[in-house]
């Protein structure tokens, strides 16, 4: 082989070598913003261009954008949430980019007491928009054909971990959280509702006044027997929760004679029966306490004075009064008003 054709097939080999560099050898840089690259609904190349670019995702973005078109990525743009990970190439890159492989997104949803509590969850983490989750929450109409209403919207949402794609929009995003509660709600189930006259929504909002009254799950179904009890008989609720929930303070350590009288169909000292709907997302605990609740002959409870979380029961007012009493008693020691 002659001296001139030996360059040229050197200089072939690094060319080759190179291009190849260029396709398959990392070129990311130093995620400014992490590992996370968002793609919005509607975004065009050249935003996703400037966003891996800007936003450190990319070292080298001619060779990127050059890549990119040969692979007619311009054409094929996919919203989303896309893990690009240190040392990836733009191979690697376009490839996930492309097929539209995105990150899914777990939402934990726990104890929400308000529907703008839940737009705030949803909103944060997904890019569904807020503003239209509010409305649909407050839109009896769409609400209508999941069974719920305005007021009982909340009772679609059990607290558990939702996994979503992060481009879900707030009618999917609602959709999933329904269907979850639809499936929650099984013939079995329906039918111990039934046997205590309540419907499923019924025993969502009870069970949302046993979230509220306690944390200790082994007295949650003697709760919610209280409570059921008093339907029964014809009581009012009284349900301190309810009060804190229809004044819109849950920093209310102590009620008094000068709230409960607040006038809130919420408000089960001023309302008799149930509220309208729940005053929180009750856990699968307390909806199962209501549903599974014990025959007892309670009609009152309180806190104990010891401040565990543990309850005295009482079936008449005689007794209920002793243990307010001792309740009482160890509130003013602690200065709680």
């Known amino acids: 082989m002659g001296k001139v054709a030996l360059v040229v097939l050197v200089i072939l080999l690094v060319v080759g070598g190179f291009a190849a560099y260029k396709v398959f050898g990392p070129n990311t840089d130093g995620f400014r913003k992490g590992e996370y690259l968002y793609i919005p609904t509607g975004a065009t190349y050249e935003q996703v261009l400037n966003a891996l670019d800007k936003e450190g995702f990319v070292k080298d973005i001619n060779s990127f954008a050059f890549l990119a078109k040969k692979a007619q990525y311009p054409d094929k743009v996919k919203p989303g949430k896309y893990h690009i990970k240190k040392g990836m190439s733009n191979y690697d890159i376009i490839r996930m980019l492309r097929s539209g492989r995105q990150t899914s997104v777990k939402i934990v949803i ?65 959709r999933k959280l329904a269907k979850y509660y639809k499936d929650y709600w099984t013939a079995e189930r329906k039918q111990k509702a039934h046997a205590r006259n309540l419907t499923p929504t019924d025993v969502v909002t009870l069970a949302s006044i046993v979230e509220e009254e306690t944390n200790n799950n082994a007295e949650k179904g003697t709760i919610a027997s209280v409570y059921l009890n008093r339907m029964k008989v014809g009581m009012r609720l009284q349900a301190d929760p309810t009060v804190k929930f229809a004044v819109g303070d849950f920093t209310i350590k102590r009620i008094t004679g000068a709230i409960t009288g607040t006038a809130s169909p919420y408000n089960t000292y001023y309302t008799a029966g149930l509220p309208p709907g729940p005053i929180c997302t009750p856990s699968k605990k307390s909806i199962e306490a209501v549903l599974n609740a014990p025959e007892t002959n309670y009609l009152y409870f309180c806190a104990k004075e010891d401040f565990s979380g543990s309850h005295r029961f009482a079936s008449n007012y005689a007794d209920h009064m002793k243990n307010a009493s001792l309740y009482q008693k160890a509130l003013n020691a602690r200065g709680i008003r």
């Open 110 to 174: 726990n104890k929400l007491r308000t529907k703008d509590d839940l737009v705030k969850v949803i909103g944060a983490s997904l890019e569904a928009d807020s503003n239209v989750l509010r409305q649909m929450l407050n839109d009896q109409v769409y609400l209508s054909q999941f069974g719920l209403g305005t007021n009982t919207a909340m009772c679609a949402v059990i607290p558990d971990t939702y996994e979503f794609w992060w481009n879900t929009s707030a009618d999917k995003a609602f």
